[in-house]
């Protein structure tokens, strides 16, 4: 069991909470969140790299002159790739570099990954955030208060905020995210975690139901 404690707005210690580690992931596999990491990072690959080979490139393709009788070397196409402005030999052409792991595979490593923000005692509980209007300002102060101002940080909240994401979006190392999308990548892209405790609960409450219908599915096999 982790005690945790909870936080308000000023960084003042407020109160308790209580953290089964089982109730997020069963551990943490360093190799499924690596694969998970590269598995992301070869998704944002554009791929757009592009030549042109000798068949791409603009010019005729007759000889550039008679064959024999000129004391020069023969000579074809001023397309081919040893002539200036020729196509090139082995030409890029664009590429999909995505793919995808299993999607139980991908989901446990996001729980792994949370798991080891609390673990790693890279994780702040705040009890409540509430913006009344957009205002910077008020999430500068809010990460001051905590001592985040100069970390980078990944704000988890219950559910999306418009207020609370235009008053964090000028903040150069504030990620925002709902719980619904958060994954593995973006938790370990950011050095500390700040989570709401509606967020937490709800992060519990998924998990708890995940684990239920799994065993479900279990017994009916």
Known sequence: MISLPIRDNS??????????????????????????????????????????SRGQVTGTTAKMYRQKGTGRARAGSRRTPVRRGGGHTFAKVPKDWSYRLPRKAVKLATRMALLSKFLDEEATI??????????????????????????????????????IWKSSRNIPNLVVSPTRNLNAYVLLQQRRLLVTKAALDTLRGSQAATTTETSVVEDDG
Do not use: F, W
């Open 11 to 52: 960084g003042q210690e407020v109160g308790t909470y209580e953290l089964e580690p089982s109730e997020l992931a069963p551990a943490v596999n360093k190799q499924l969140l690596h694969d998970v990491v590269v598995m992301y990072e070869a998704n944002r690959r554009v791929g757009s790299a592009k030549t042109k």
């Open 126 to 163: 705040l009890d409540e955030l509430a913006v009344a209007e957009p205002k910077t300002k008020v999430m500068a102060d809010i990460l001051k208060s905590l001592g985040m101002s100069h970390i980078s940080c990944l704000l988890t909240i219950d559910s999306h905020d418009a207020n």
